[in-house]
């Protein structure tokens, strides 16, 4: 049997987000983000379902940290609510800010280190214009500056942002997520005030926290295989979905330029005018360390002749498409197994990505990578005690680790991993009905109860290993 074996101070932990598990979401001075307001919008969401209660963790928050520490984590990532924090964009809210403080103090009690993530996409509801506002990245600074101020002498490890993709092309392009608008052009002006905001935060982390303390981002990442390798008109629809999901993100971090041939496809929606002297140099500020989510793997065809493809249905939905440019590459089904969540499970993906990352980006500016998402939703199989035996789970992360491994084996510096998520959750448009956790959640008790993921976990980190099956 092949064992598996893991660099020594390899970080296993796992990774939740504010609006997706913490509820009270109107105490204690919490005001509306855009996510509590397009969960008012018929059919937004399925089933209706909102954040109000979630998984209950503002109130539970102690017992769940006692339960990260039964399964053994070293490090658990979480995001803070902006809209917790400074409800109305105007005062500080000091009881926002104290729930944080009381989660990282219990946090390193437990002997876990807290990984903080800035913006999880729960932006306040009153600031106007919403990422399509340039302003917006100043108000990020200072929130960003209050928070560093608040934890700075306990939370070692600062995230910007969390997948400006989806903040910006699947939220103003695609419509699926807050606020819902299926406008490219606001689109491509959310992904450069994010880049803006990115930047301006990193800059100000570094003036306010103590030396020691290390800043990044997390990207999400598609791996866009053509269909047929050998024809060109797969091949570029490869290399469209490429350049609108990692290139245009990675490229002004990591290069202080938006890639050419990206501009090109996004030629007409006037990206190039939000951009300003300077923030090209504000958005390259050097990072500590890049973040890497990564679900599925995916295959593309397509061809322009055939003009843009219809709208897709989400959830029953007319929404807009978020490869704006592109709308006629088509993502085509390989018969590979999927999770509930459709997604095709490709764990080949992931090593080859990271191998790539670590080539093409986070090696040559002398970064180390960390996979802060990766996960499944399966079908809730819960017997009567609350017991889901997932071993569908367990084999994606099982075959997940593993590429981690081999891609740490080929020389990608990796130093840590995270599952997505320590809790069923809600899970955005999908609301309650996909359920991504190790632990599950029963959503009329709020009771909390391991799955047998959560254990194979458990025993994977004591090991710092897993086997082959
Ligand atoms: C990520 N897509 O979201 C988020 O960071 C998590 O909050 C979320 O629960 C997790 O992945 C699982 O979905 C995504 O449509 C949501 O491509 C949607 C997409 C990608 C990422």
Redesign the pocket.
């Known amino acids: 049997m092949t064992i598996h074996r893991f660099p020594q101070d390899f970080l296993w932990g796992s990774a939740t ?1 504010a609006f ?1 598990i913490e509820g009270a979401a109107l105490e204690d001075g919490r005001r509306d983000s855009i996510w509590d307001t397009f969960c008012r919008v018929p059919g937004a969401i399925v089933n209706g379902d909102d954040g109000s209660v979630a998984c209950d963790h503002y109130h539970r928050m102690p017992q769940d940290v006692a339960l990260m520490k039964e399964l053994g984590l070293q490090v658990y990532r979480f995001s803070s609510s902006w809209a917790r924090v400074r409800p109305d964009d105007r005062e500080f809210n000091p009881a926002g800010l104290d729930f944080y403080s009381r989660l990282v103090d219990e946090l390193l009690g437990a002997g876990i280190r807290p990984w903080i993530t800035l913006y ?1 996409w729960d932006l306040p509801a009153a600031i106007p214009g919403g990422w399509t506002n340039r302003d917006t990245a100043h108000r990020f600074v200072e929130y960003a500056e209050k928070m560093a101020e608040t934890l700075g002498d306990r939370v070692q490890d600062w995230t910007t942002l ?2 400006p993709w ?1 903040s910006s092309l ?1 939220s103003y392009a695609g419509g ?1 997520h807050a606020p819902g608008h299926t406008d490219p052009r606001e689109a491509v002006a959310a992904v450069h005030h994010l880049h803006l905001a990115h930047g301006l935060a990193t800059r100000r982390l570094r003036e306010v926290l103590p030396d020691d303390a290390s800043v990044g981002l997390t990207l ?1 990442f598609t791996v866009a295989d053509p269909v047929d390798p050998d024809s060109p008109t797969d091949r570029e629809a490869a290399r469209r979905i490429d350049g609108l999901q990692n290139r245009l993100f990675l490229d002004p971090i990591f290069r202080g330029a938006y890639p050419d041939d990206v501009l090109a496809d996004l030629n007409g929606l006037g990206l190039e005018s939000h951009i300003r002297d300077g923030d090209l140099e504000t958005i390259s500020t050097p990072i500590d360390w890049l973040g890497v ?1 990564y ?1 599925n793997g995916a295959a593309v065809t397509g061809s322009p002749d055939n003009g843009p493809a219809p709208s897709p249905e989400a959830n029953g939905r007319r929404v807009g498409n978020p490869n704006i440019g592109s709308e006629w590459v088509e993502f085509v089904p390989r018969g590979l197994p999927v999770t509930d ?1 459709g997604w095709e499970i490709q764990p080949d993906g992931l090593r080859r990505l990271l191998e790539r990352l670590h080539v093409e980006y986070t090696g040559p500016a002398d970064i180390g990578m960390y996979v802060t ?1 990766n996960g499944c939703a399966m079908p809730d199989r819960a017997d009567e005690d609350g017991f889901v035996d997932d071993q569908d789970r367990i084999g994606y992360l099982r075959g997940h680790f593993i590429a981690v491994e081999e891609a740490i084996a080929q020389g990608a510096d990796v130093r840590g991993y995270f599952v ?2 320590l809790l069923d959750n809600f ?2 448009a999908w609301g309650y009905d996909k359920r ?1 956790g190790i632990v599950r959640v029963d959503y009329e008790t709020l009771e909390r109860t391991p799955k047998a993921s959560a254990l194979f976990y458990r025993d994977v980190i004591a090991a710092n290993a897993v086997e082959e099956e």
């Open positions: 987000a997706q999880h969390n997948e989806c699947l699926e999400n989510n679900y969540m998402e997505w998520s899970e955005w991504f």
